[in-house]
């Protein structure tokens, strides 16, 4: 069956009334009721939709609607739900709610009402598609016929009549230009407010003489407090006392769900459910049966925008022993996401930062890698991408690519030190200096040793350019400099 806005399902529908379509309707929680769906195409069903909406909204701030009225001005989704009640009684008077809908044009035959504790409730009201009948302009007064001059008696003259004529026509050209401009008032052309801020169009709009009232939408792709739409539409001609309608954008995030606990196909549909999908996986070992959600990033409860992604962490169900845990990848994460991971899987973080042209404070190595057993509260390095600090060689042209030699080994251990297991740790200095001939150019240099494979610096560079830096290797070590593609450079450090 056909699915309204994603959440009501069509049981029936009745004969469409130009641009109103009405349709009997189920939600998710079984509640049956009416849906009055506007397409919302011309001028007259923008007008005809807006006048039913606040005729709804009127009843609902007096307090004569039901429980469950959705009223929906969202672009490309303007619809009215009326849910059915549990009980329907006559109402011994529904003379409060004419009156509030006498403006907007509905009379009696319009509307469905039952009584709730001696109070008048609507249970439905049905749209108008035609305008309501405006009523008709009172007649312009006209002016009196002025009273023919008195022949001037002997002992008055004509000075002693002729200031009240005057007055008398002043009063008939005024009279007239009265009503000359209360029967063609002038007319105004609306700009295009989309887009504006509340002050911007009412700034468009001052002198016009408009009625101008404020709605709330909802598009979170918008910036805030941002008009979303205006009724009348732009280019419309319009005369002072017209009502101008500007939808106002407030968007409204939603908030990651709980999916601790659940599995990772049942934490898939959740997030599908809520609007968001899953960015990546992180698996560590754990005591918990394999494919179970563990935590989320961002964590649950936090507001996210709709379609943002949302990174799980997840058990591998393998257990690791009871004082070790396994490294997860922490591949392709911020150093905040990477630090809370190593934090859930036991294990203490070091960040390293080295230049890079990743983005800042991104992970682009660890040591050790992912899949390494190691005991709980064992230190775990994290390589951060920062910004690279490139010197300026003087000389020019510039001397070919340099290597610093490497230090000297650390002296022999004494019979009675316990020879340390596994590659030892040294500090060595990598430089490299771009030839002339290459006037610029994307610039890889990686180093790669007994434990991992290491990317000191990436990214596109420029005349004059060249680079040096200190890193930390484990035993043997071989840098490789590729420019543009190609490797330019292999040597050992």
Known sequence: MPVLDERFTVLGEEPPQGFVQGFRVATPEGQVGWLYWFEVHTPEARAAFHRYKNAVRRLMAQGFLLEGVVVSANPGRYYVFWPEPKAHHRPRRIKPLLELLEPFGYREE????????????????????????????????????????????????????????????????????????????????????????????????????????????????????????????????????????????????????????????????????????IAGVTRIASGNTADTVLTSIPREGQPLRPGEGVRLLVSSGTRPAPRETLVPDLSDLTEEQARYILMVAELSPQVVRVPSGAPEGRVIGQEPGPGVTLPREAPVRIIVAAQPAAATPKASPFPPPRLSAPEPPPPAPSPEQSAPSGPQERRVVVSYTLPENIPNAVVVITVQDEVLINTVFEGPVEQPWSFSQEVVVRGNAVMRVVVNGETVLETPL
Not at 117 to 133: F, H, I, K, S
Not at 149 to 159: K, M
Not at 230 to 258: A, C, F, H, M, S
């Open 110 to 277: 319009d509307l469905e009402a039952t009584e709730e504790n001696g109070r008048p409730l609507v249970v439905r009201l049905r749209p108008q598609v035609a305008p309501p009948p405006r009523a008709e302009p009172p007649p312009s007064p006209q002016p009196e016929k002025p009273m023919p001059p008195r022949p001037p008696s002997p002992r008055r003259g004509w000075p002693g009549w002729l200031p009240g004529l005057l007055m008398l026509l002043l009063g008939s050209l005024a009279l007239t230009e009265a009503a000359q401009r209360y029967l063609n008032p002038p007319e105004y052309v609306l700009p295009d407010l989309v887009g504006k801020t509340p002050r911007e169009a009412l700034e468009a709009v001052r002198g016009f003489g408009l009625k101008v009232e404020f709605t709330e939408g909802s598009d979170v792709s918008r910036p805030e407090d941002q008009i979303l739409e205006q009724d009348p539409n732009p280019g419309t001609r319009v005369k002072p006392g017209r009502r101008l309608e500007l939808v106002l954008n407030k968007p409204r995030l939603g908030t990651v769900p709980t999916v601790s606990g659940r599995s990772l196909e049942d934490a898939r549909r959740a997030l599908e459910a809520a609007g968001y999908r």
